[in-house]
């Protein structure tokens, strides 16, 4: 085997080609470069937020609870980090989150 075949990534995380909101922003559409469409309301998203400020870094349990994201939740601004995440302003100011394509793909539900 040689260095190449050895330091070659395995796996790469498939990742959206496509990002919508919907037109009152409460719901997130991806297409997914394998043709896949999935979607997610803002709620769910942000309930499953990875930031250190929604999940204990050590013990990796949610700290945010649930219960406490309305319903209504709107995205307010969506932005690609690099080329693996995206990260999500909430309509109730929370920012922090990091969304890797791996974790969106998890978390969003296919369509149809
Ligand atoms: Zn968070």
Redesign the pocket.
Known sequence: MSFWDRIKPTTRPVSATEVELSPEKTRLNLTWEDGVKTDATAQHLRQQ???A??VDEWTNKRT?DPARVPADLRITQVQPVGNYALTFVFSDG?G??IYPWKLLRDITQPQG
Do not use: Q, V, W
């Open positions: 937020c990875p930031c400020g929604c945010l929370h922090t989150g």
